[in-house]
């Protein structure tokens, strides 16, 4: 069980109002991602679910009792945290061990869901080393079995991938899917990294500035952005943005357009522009197009590989029904 | 850095500062030794010719050697304790945030640059005298005795008095140790369900093992020297006759530097004694 409500809740660092009052229900098994720029205080709401932070306001139900003032521990989350945290005098065993000592299990027990969890991680063969002996990833999955073998109601995730190289972050990405699968418990995670969200969500909740901006699943995301932030935020390649007469021609006071929704064409195309850089993926090509008079530079996607130069002309056409208008608050006009 | 011409250079460069440290260090120890070995009473006949190990024999056999090497161990051991968990205390408590931190933390070093004549002089006539001390008139005030301090609990004085000296010195160590200490493993510890003692215990203090065995080593050796203290209060009466005090008595007050010098190569040989012990347990904590 791991349902954990927020209610009005609030925070200030002196005279800042960090997070503004605020409403959120993170259901029960669900992974949830908490995605935004940094210094949007997504960490900041993850430290208040944990407890390590007082709320100003408001309340935080977990299991639908309060849990407002009931200290980190009582609490029955777990938390990973960026610089992992693992204590560098204790061995890779006595670290796992820990929450249970502080708990006072019984040393069979301790024994039965270390060797679990180090099986499930595939630490079996580090337990006796110290953590400055390990590779990053190996002290990520540390963490995460100390987390594991507390059996907590939720796991808190602090930007855990963050310091780690590029390839290991997609392995640890699926791995910690994995373990949500496996364990069907309630993840809450927190990153900068649109694509991380994307690929493990199953709710994602993108903050700016403290506000919650939109919730939902990550195609819900993808497929109707709430306002222009979402849309810029959620998808890679950023979605273009064009505002002026050509929005206009669709009602609209700004139009996007994500580069995969945008076709190359001969001739005749509905935009034209200039080849700039491009991008070479192998399975796709971006190409960054300029001097089109609707936005300083618009991106798009080809699959494949495509044959154009620098400084080549090119002729776009969007999809007509992939078009996502917005008004002058910025605003998703349906 | 690594050429070879680079590394005599640094080698050419480096040398007279060897040369003078060396010089520094060997003249003494080598006219020490020579004086051990030699019957030398300055105004008694001045030298007056070799005498083996007559020297050593009679300082080890003096009825004042073993109560000055207790003496000695005591200081050396109390002040130690005292600065250790009290450094640890004020460290913690400098480490928390609060109003005025910069003042406070620059007042609580401020007795490491007082001399140690001067704060034993300090301690002396303004808190530890029976009459006029601050102390005296504490007692008085709850209808006391005062007591006499450097004469009734004279170890227990001299100790207050340096560890008072050392304790901004540990301190200060121990508090940049507190600082580095990464706050998520505290706060970890505290998700994990430890209690505040056992963050303490399993978190802080490991933590700190490297700062504390510093803080030992280097206190150690300068406390196997302290001279001042003892000799602007007590005199080496009560009790308080350190090592060093008692070397100082054989040269200068019986004017018998061979006996002295005797002493002195013991003092030598039981502060290496001690650094060696020291090192090694150093060494190890390091390595970890």
């Not at chain 1, 109002?17 to 503004?20: E, K, L, N, S, T």
């Not at chain 1, 073998?149 to 907590?152: F, I, K």
């Not at chain 1, 001739?267 to 509905?270: C, F, N, R, W």
């Not at chain 2, 006539?125 to 001390?133: A, I």
């Given at each position: 069980m791991g349902q954990i409500t927020l209610q009005q809740v609030t925070k200030k660092f002196g005279d800042v109002?960090?997070?503004?009052p605020l409403d959120l229900t993170i259901e029960d098994g669900e992974f949830t991602v908490f995605v935004?720029?940094?210094?949007?205080g997504k960490s900041t709401l993850l430290r208040l679910i944990a407890g390590l932070e007082d709320i100003t306001s408001g309340t935080i139900l977990i299991d639908g009792e309060d849990?407002?003032?009931?200290s980190p521990a009582k609490r029955g989350l777990a938390m990973v945290f960026q610089s992992y945290a693992?204590?560098?005098?204790?061995?890779v065993r006595k670290n796992i061990a820990f929450p249970m000592r502080m708990a006072g299990i019984d040393k069979a027990e301790q024994n039965r869901r270390i060797e679990q969890a180090a099986t499930a991680l595939n630490l079996t063969d580090y337990l006796?080393?110290?953590?400055?002996?390990?590779?990053g990833g190996q002290r990520q999955r540390v963490a995460i079995g100390r987390a594991i073998?507390?059996?907590?109601a939720a796991f808190l995730f602090d930007?855990?991938?963050?310091?780690?190289d590029a390839a290991l972050r997609v392995g640890m990405r699926l791995e910690i899917s994995e373990l949500h699968k496996r364990l069907e418990t309630t993840m809450v995670y927190v990153t900068h990294d649109q694509v991380e969200a994307m690929t493990m969500a199953d709710k994602i909740v993108v903050l700016r500035a403290g506000f919650i901006e939109q919730v939902g699943s990550p195609l819900e995301l993808y497929r109707t952005p709430r306002n222009i932030f979402v849309a810029g935020f959620i998808g890679s390649p950023k979605m273009n943005l064009i505002e002026g007469p050509e929005a206009t021609k669709h009602d609209a006071h700004t139009i996007g357009v994500r580069p995969e929704h945008i076709d190359v064409v001969e001739?005749?195309?509905?935009w034209q522009g200039r080849v700039g850089v491009a991008e070479h993926l192998g399975s796709d090509t971006f190409f960054h197009v300029?001097?089109?008079?609707?936005?300083?530079m618009m991106t798009v996607r080809v699959a494949g590989e495509v044959n154009l130069r620098h400084g080549d002309r090119i002729h776009l056409n969007p999809r007509a029904d992939q078009i996502h208008r917005f008004d002058d608050k910025g605003l998703r006009i349906q | 850095m690594a050429t070879k011409a680079s590394r005599s250079a640094a080698r050419l460069m480096m040398a007279p500062a060897v040369v003078l440290l060396l010089g520094w260090m060997l003249v003494p120890l080598c006219m020490t030794l020579y004086f051990s070995f030699k019957k030398y009473l300055p105004l008694r006949g001045g030298d007056l010719g070799w005498v083996g190990f007559e020297n050593y024999v009679r300082f080890f056999s003096s009825s004042a050697f073993w109560p000055s090497v207790q003496a000695t161990l005591v200081i050396v051991g109390g002040v130690l304790v005292i600065t250790v968990v009290f450094g640890i205390l004020l460290a913690i408590l400098l480490d928390q945030?609060?109003?005025?931190q910069g003042i406070v933390r620059i007042l609580v070093i401020a007795?490491?640059?007082?001399?140690p004549t001067v704060s034993a002089l300090v301690w002396k006539?303004?808190?530890?005298?029976?009459?006029?001390?601050l102390f005296a008139h504490l007692w008085k005030f709850f209808g006391a005795t005062p007591i006499e301090w450097l004469s009734q609990a004279s170890m227990t004085s001299l100790i207050i008095i340096v560890s008072w000296q050392w304790l901004p010195f540990a301190t200060l160590i121990l508090l940049t140790a507190i600082q580095s200490l990464d706050s998520e493993q505290l706060e970890a510890a505290e998700m994990d369900g430890a209690p505040p003692l056992s963050r303490f215990g399993y978190i802080t203090l490991p933590h700190l093992s490297r700062a504390i065995t510093v803080v030992v080593l280097i206190q150690t050796i300068f406390l196997l020297s302290i001279f001042a203290e003892i000799f602007v209060t007590t005199q080496g009466s009560f009790g308080t006759k350190t090592l060093t005090y008692l070397i100082y008595q054989r040269v200068l007050?019986?004017?018998n530097v061979g006996l002295g010098s005797a002493g002195g190569i013991f003092a030598v040989i039981l502060a290496n004694f001690i650094a060696i012990f020291l090192m090694r347990i150093v060494g190890k904590n390091l390595d970890a």
């Open positions: 109002q960090v997070i503004p935004g720029p940094s210094g949007c849990a407002t003032a009931i693992l204590y560098p005098h204790m061995s006796d080393r110290r953590p400055g002996q390990l590779s073998v507390r059996e907590p930007e855990p991938l963050s310091n780690l001739t005749d195309g509905l300029h001097d089109t008079g609707l936005a300083e | 945030p609060m109003w005025g007795p490491f640059f007082v001399m006539n303004m808190f530890m005298d029976p009459v006029n001390g007050e019986s004017q």
